[in-house]
Structures are given as C-alpha cells and as structure tokens.
Nanobody
Framework: VQLVESGGGSVQSGGSLSLSCVVS????????MGWFRQAPGEEREAVAS???????TYADSVKGRFTIARDNAKNTVNLQMNSLKPEDSAMYYC?????????????WGQGTQVTVSS
C-alpha cells in the first residue's frame, strides 16, 4: 500500500489549500482515511477522518474550515482547507486504516508541508 500526498504550500492567513492523497495497492473506499498534522516540537494531531461508510470527524480546531472527502473513482482522499491560520502550519500526513473504523492507521504517506503566514 502506498499513499502519496500533494497540494501543500505557502499561503497567507485566510487563504485556502487543497490537499490530495492518492492511494495505491488498496481500495480506499473500504478504508478509513485520515489526515494528521505535526508541527515542529509538537505531537502529531488528528485533523480529519472519513470512515468506510462516509462518516466524517474533525478536530475542533478545524471544524467549519476544513472538509475531508473521498473520490472512490480515483482512490483519493482530499482535504479542503479554508480560512487558514498560522497555527495550521505543519506537515500534513495522510493515513489509512484498512479496518475501516479509524482506529488503527497502519499505512502512512510521507507528508506535505503547509505554511501559513500572518
């Protein structure tokens, strides 16, 4: 299983970015897909997830600003990030839980950097 993230970059506060995670080697529609982030010196934080049945969860810090969605035809999961804040700056990782219930993420991507300037 391989996960490849893209879409990171540098934006000003209030801007938007759309992250994409392409999955190969496993049908992502059967999996829970999650987005996580980690800033330097900080612990990894769960940002959003979408389970096998399409149920989504979000960290309180991103509710109303971020949207996770999957494209089963492309075996991809996307994270639309709006109204970005400097505190959203981090390396963002895509992860896959083959069990589908967002409890055991065994497969991870390499990450894509998001930097938000004030």
């Amino acid at each position: 299983v391989q996960l490849v993230e893209s879409g990171g970059g540098s934006v000003q506060s209030g801007g938007s970015l759309s992250l994409s995670c392409v999955v190969s080697g496993y049908p992502s529609r059967r999996a829970c897909m999650g987005w996580f982030r980690q800033a330097p010196g900080e612990e990894r934080e769960a940002v959003a997830s979408i389970d096998w049945d399409g149920r989504t969860t979000y960290a309180d810090s991103v509710k109303g600003r971020f949207t996770i969605a999957r494209d089963n035809a492309k075996n991809t999961v996307n994270l639309q990030m709006n109204s970005l804040k400097p505190e959203d700056s981090a390396m963002y990782y895509c992860a896959l839980d083959r069990g589908g219930y967002c409890r055991n993420y065994a497969d991870w991507g390499q990450g894509t950097q998001v930097t938000v300037s004030s």
